[in-house]
């Protein structure tokens, strides 16, 4: 499924139009897959009743054509509420079938909007076309009433005995009204759809949270614009017939070294098991030689752990990773395919000082403009000096990892292009030097900008994670659930991104096939535990297998 911001939407209707596809004609191609949904999943008898909720925009002229499709072509009772008064083309065809239509600025105030919920209550099916893709929050005070009234007839229909097991469905056009469509944003007075019928691509809001559990079932409908006009890079819905392709093959004749050698800069005194997780999560989606490198007092801890690994003891400071311990992983760089830095690493001066020499300050530009500027920040310490022959590995960087670098001036320039950043919102909000609050409310669009602005490909963790890379390709893994939500799963996925960068995968790809498989080990672990609040890091690890055949089989098309 194809993602597209509102602008870029915007851009493809107008290229269209300009090309000689009009906007009416898109209308009608709209309307027409609206009614065609409602006409599948409801019986075509008189009986069954659709109220369409039209507002005064495009949206609620696609909603006028599929009514005026269903009243033509079947014998459903159809409905119209106004929000607004009109006076195009698409309404006089409408009012021409003598359909019911009911003005809502002139529904009597003094009775509360009786005609309003009276009808709402009488719809099996109440189709939501007030507000596109344009919206912008807040509501305006007629659509919010409107919203509310609506919901207390759906609560008056509820309790009433003749509809009882007969809820109405809610479909959405194009997204529930109240939605921004690129931030999945919400107005209180929003309401919750079970199917969302969109056109030509999904948007970010659909994928967003809190939208994203407002809109139900979401489809895409094309509409038929025309084949030679410009698209939009590359924003799509994972699936497993998207990942399949990645997947590294495995050659019968191959060795360990066929399939990459993984080295894990990872833990500390306190946080031990980091180190455990992503070095197997790193093996278990199958990299051929995993390195544990880690203060020297983890090893004996670790070791009987991890039988397969091969390990790297580093000098520390109690416990904390120590500056000196910067040559001894830059030297060991050239031996491998891939590096990940900094699960359970913790924040100790020693392992800052450690992060400062192993990514030492670069000459170089002022950094990309943005909408969300960078803090200033402290300075860095002087770098040591180290072997220009060295070039580091494809990178992760990972947890606490990326909390000491936002601690630096203009961290993201001492990082190799397209390296990997696996933040959840609290880390990127410290990355970006804006509250996390904000970063929930952006997601995906900051997602974006950040990964061009910092040259970086971007993995922000969290309900339905996005991947961004800096040529502005955008992916979402569309899982969302709490058995994910536990200490040390982003460990097992910083592992499993490592271990596919070990394979070879470029960056952003390693990213995706990660992110899918991980998540669908979450999925998979808490539907053999049987809930998702017993639902370990290490249940996510052992699932891991499992969650790659399933790929490896799966066939959506079949």
């Excluded at 899918?516 to 999925?523: F, N």
């Excluded at 370990?536 to 699932?543: K, M, N, P, R």
Aim: hydrophobic share 45%; glycine share 8%; aromatic share 6%.
């Amino acid at each position: 499924m194809r993602i597209v911001t509102v602008e870029e939407m915007r851009a493809l209707e107008a290229a269209a139009d300009h090309n000689g596809y009009s906007y009416a004609k898109m209308m009608e191609v709209a309307g027409r897959a609206i009614a065609d949904q409602i006409k599948a999943r409801m019986p075509d008898k008189q009986d069954t009743r659709v109220l369409f909720l039209i507002g005064a925009g495009n949206n609620g002229g696609d909603g006028l054509v599929a009514g005026r499709i269903l009243k033509e072509e079947t014998l459903m009772t159809v409905g119209f509420l106004l929000l607004k008064k009109r006076d195009d083309e698409n309404f006089h065809k409408v009012k021409a079938l003598q359909v019911p239509i009911i003005d809502f600025w002139n529904d009597p105030v003094n009775l509360d909007h009786l005609a309003t919920r009276t009808v709402v209550k009488m719809a099996d099916v109440i189709v939501d076309s007030l507000l596109g893709t344009g919206f912008k929050l807040p509501l305006r005070d007629d659509v919010a009433l409107l919203l509310k009234r609506v919901k207390q007839g759906i609560a008056e229909r509820e309790s009433m005995v003749e509809f009882k097991g007969k809820p109405a469905r809610i479909l959405a056009v194009d997204l529930p009204s109240g939605m921004d469509a690129d931030t999945g944003q919400i107005a209180p007075e929003t309401l919750t759809a079970d199917l969302t019928i969109t056109f030509e691509a999904s948007k970010p809001g659909h994928w967003t949270y809190p939208g994203a559990g407002h809109c139900g079932t979401v489809i895409v409908a094309p509409l038929e614009l025309p084949s030679d006009i410009p698209q939009p890079q590359m924003q799509q819905v994972e699936t497993a017939d998207s990942i399949r392709p990645l997947l590294p093959r495995r050659a019968i004749d191959a060795n360990k070294y066929s399939f990459g050698k993984a080295l894990i800069v990872a833990g500390s005194g306190q946080y031990v098991g980091a180190a455990a997780l992503a070095a197997e999560s790193a093996y278990r989606v199958g990299a051929g030689l995993v390195t544990v490198a880690t203060p020297q007092i983890n090893v004996p801890l670790l070791a009987p752990k991890i039988l397969e690994a091969t390990w790297l003891p580093l000098s520390h400071e109690n416990g904390a990773v120590d500056e000196s311990a910067a040559d001894v992983v830059w030297e060991k760089f050239a031996s491998y395919t891939a590096a990940l830095i900094g699960s359970g690493f913790g924040t100790a001066e020693a392992t800052a000082a450690f992060m400062d020499v192993l990514f030492p300050a670069p000459d170089g530009t002022d950094p990309l403009p943005t909408t969300y500027p960078d803090p200033p920040l402290i300075p860095s310490s002087a770098p040591t000096k180290k072997d220009a022959e060295i070039t580091p590995p494809p990178l992760v960087i990972d947890a606490d990892g990326l909390n000491l670098l936002a601690k630096v001036k203009d961290w993201w320039k001492r990082l190799p292009a397209r390296t990997v950043l696996t933040p959840h919102s609290g880390e990127m909000s410290r990355l970006c030097g804006i509250d996390s609050k904000e970063v929930q409310a952006n997601r995906y669009l900051l997602a974006r900008e950040k990964a061009k602005a910092w040259n970086c490909v971007v993995v922000l963790k969290g309900a339905n994670t996005i991947i961004a890379d800096p040529d502005g390709r955008t992916a979402v893994i569309p899982v969302a659930t709490p058995a994910l939500a536990r200490a040390g799963t982003g460990d097992v996925l910083a592992g499993a991104v490592c271990g596919y960068l070990a394979q070879g995968l470029d960056p952003f790809d390693a990213a995706r096939v990660a992110c899918y498989v991980h998540g669908s080990a979450g999925l998979l672990a808490a539907e053999r535990i049987g809930t998702t609040a017993s639902v370990l890091a290490t249940d996510v690890l052992h699932s891991l297998p499992q969650a790659i055949q399933q790929i490896e089989k799966h066939d959506e098309s079949a």
